[in-house]
């Protein structure tokens, strides 16, 4: 039995601006914390989750003040439970961990369903467009107020690995180790277009109102047709195939003169119908809008990639990158691009590429292959 945990929250009452020139009246942060916080702060870890993911990396947390039912009984359990923990890759016997959820998120930290106090009603559509740079800068904000100067390390995957990489070049005094796991250098012109795909099908719901759909209907099939245009990118077609069941469900509310045809279309609509119940479209819309206009070099305000990453160097920074074989989101291709641009930088770098059948999701369903290699970077 996992041991519980509970979300902290960060507030910090200044206004805080935004790359696209807005101005949030203040900011407030979920994030959770494992270990213990050595005297000189020195042991810290900042984590990064991916698109969907939350701040509740490890453990059983039952329940998030003022998020509503979007805390679901799948969420209770940490998303990275067998990589967190005493003896684990990322250890608590040694490390001191904090994972914040982001900035425009819907599970505790300021995003379109909270409250403006402008106006006393949800920000909705009026909520700003966020970016990887504008996460950096909110969770400086969040290590200040904990008393963490240089952490020994970030961890990010998939969406995570960009923030981590943006957090790395723009900040790299404050950072010793990089772990960059399944992400890329700059958003592909591929990833561009399914994203946009996304963004498609929850704009044309016609629950969507803009945005501003608070207390009515949300727009959930067009949240559910963007979660099943991206799943396939998470996880590997021959895994489809062993998970999808046998029967045929016939989704009777949605399709009117369609039949569904077999059990991989019928695993889809699952997939999709069960996501709208725990994330929010809003949200969902500002992180894949961070992540499709991502460049790590203008995230960076850097004029080149060696320009980006020599500070990195001059720090003294280490890096594992991690691809995997299989992965049809974050090709390995890209992995390799942002390994070439670190040495040509002079920064030391590994790079690792995990064999497995499983896809994108292979950093979540197999912890056995990247525990040594984390476990010796972390040290």
């Not at 507030?11 to 270990?35: H, K, M, N, V």
């Not at 961070?290 to 990639?305: F, H, I, Q």
């Not at 280490?318 to 390799?336: G, H, N, T």
């Amino acid at each position: 039995m996992s041991a519980d945990t509970s979300t902290l929250f960060f507030e910090s009452p200044e206004p805080f601006s935004l790359r696209d020139g807005s101005l949030l009246p203040g900011i407030t942060l979920a994030y959770e914390t494992w270990g213990e916080l050595n005297a000189d702060g020195s042991n810290a870890i900042l984590l990064f989750h991916a698109l969907s993911g939350s701040h509740h990396a490890a453990g059983n947390n039952p329940s998030i003040p003022g998020i509503g039912d979007l805390w679901q009984p799948e969420l209770h359990a940490g998303w990275w439970e067998e990589m967190i923990g005493p003896g684990k890759a990322i250890d608590t016997d040694t490390h001191f961990i904090i994972c914040p959820n982001y900035l425009g998120g819907c599970y505790g930290s300021i995003g379109p369903a909270s409250i403006n106090p402008a106006t006393e009603q949800p920000w909705g559509a009026s909520f700003p467009s966020v970016s990887a740079a504008d996460q950096v800068n909110a969770f400086a904000l969040l290590l200040d107020s904990l008393g963490i100067g240089t952490l020994h390390g970030l961890v990010g995957p998939s969406v995570g690995g960009l923030v981590a990489t943006t957090f790395a070049t723009r900040l790299p005094e404050r950072v010793r180790n990089v772990i960059n796991i399944a992400a890329g250098f700059k958003t592909t012109v591929l990833n561009k277009l399914i994203l946009f795909e996304q963004i498609l099908a929850i704009e044309n719901d016609p629950n969507f109102n803009g945005g501003d759909f608070y207390g009515k209907q949300p727009p959930l099939y067009g949240l559910a047709l963007a979660r099943m245009i991206s799943h396939k990118t998470f996880v590997h077609l021959d895994a489809i195939e062993n998970r999808a069941r046998r029967d045929i469900i016939q989704p009777d509310d949605i399709l009117a003169w369609y039949r569904v045809q077999d059990q991989f279309q019928s695993y889809m609509l699952h997939q999709g119908k069960k996501f709208v119940q725990r994330f929010d479209a809003n949200t969902y819309l500002r992180i894949i809008d961070l992540w499709s206009k991502y460049n790590a070099v203008l995230e960076g305000d850097a004029e080149t990639p060696e320009d980006l990453f020599a500070p990195c160097a001059a720090a003294g920074q280490k890096w594992l990158v991690f691809s995997i074989d299989s992965d049809f989101c974050f090709y390995p291709e890209e992995q390799s691009e942002l390994v070439s641009h670190l040495e040509k930088s002079g920064v030391e770098a590994m790079h690792i590429t995990v064999h497995s059948t499983k896809g994108h999701d292979s950093f979540l369903l197999e912890p056995e292959l990247y525990t040594p290699h984390i476990a010796w970077a972390l040290k």
